[in-house]
């Protein structure tokens, strides 16, 4: 299993992440409280610290040089489901790659997990259309809701089957 490895992508490395590190811990109570802050609290579905250290979650943190620049994570589901939640990318660095770099990591890890596909949950709202685009370019499809989740117009749910990719 990769978990631990570091993967360089023009200088971006993505790591696994213990949460133990006060930038990568601010990163992720920043991007929560913006998600509390822009839906209501039905519709809020981002996991804070407490969650996210699940033992069904590992966290990935994306890193360029001493810059912590992104993060992302996956939630297993079941051994074949899986859904990424807490993508992030850090203030100052939106439009460099980080996102997708993270994303095709999250992607490359449920393939060697095994996983059969990888979903995820993001807003309806103008704020969360870089989310939709980053998604739709990387082959994920809008579907119906999964899991736990039930229709909820602030929400837009998509997928990517990994064993026909």
């Known amino acids: 299993m990769t978990d631990n490895r570091t993967v360089a ?3 971006l490395r ?5 949460l133990s590190g006060a930038q990568v811990r601010a990163l992720l109570a920043a991007h929560h409280a913006e998600m509390a ?5 039905e519709s809020m579905h ?4 407490t969650a996210l250290r699940d033992p069904a979650v590992t966290v990935w943190s994306a890193w360029s040089g001493e810059d912590l620049v992104g993060c992302g994570a996956l939630k297993e589901l079941d ?12 203030d100052g660095h939106t439009g460099r790659g980080v996102a997708a770099t993270v994303l095709a990591h999250l992607i490359a890890v449920g393939r060697e997990r095994g996983y ?3 979903s995820l949950e993001t ?5 969360f259309a870089p989310a939709r685009r980053l998604y739709l370019r990387h082959g994920f499809t809008e579907c119906e809701p999964f899991g736990s989740y039930s229709l909820d117009p602030l929400s837009q ?5 990994l064993d026909r990719c």
Request: avoid cysteine; hydrophobic fraction near 40%; proline fraction near 7%.
């Open 37 to 41: 802050s822009t839906s209501p609290a």
């Open 46 to 49: 981002a996991l804070d610290l």
């Open 123 to 127: 807003g309806t709202q103008d704020l």
């Open 116 to 118: 059969r596909r990888l």
């Open 79 to 90: 051994p074949e489901h899986a859904e990424i939640k807490s993508m992030r990318t850090a």
């Open 9 to 11: 992508v023009d200088q």
């Open 157 to 161: 749910f998509f997928t990517l089957p």
């Open 14 to 18: 993505v790591v696994a992440d213990d």
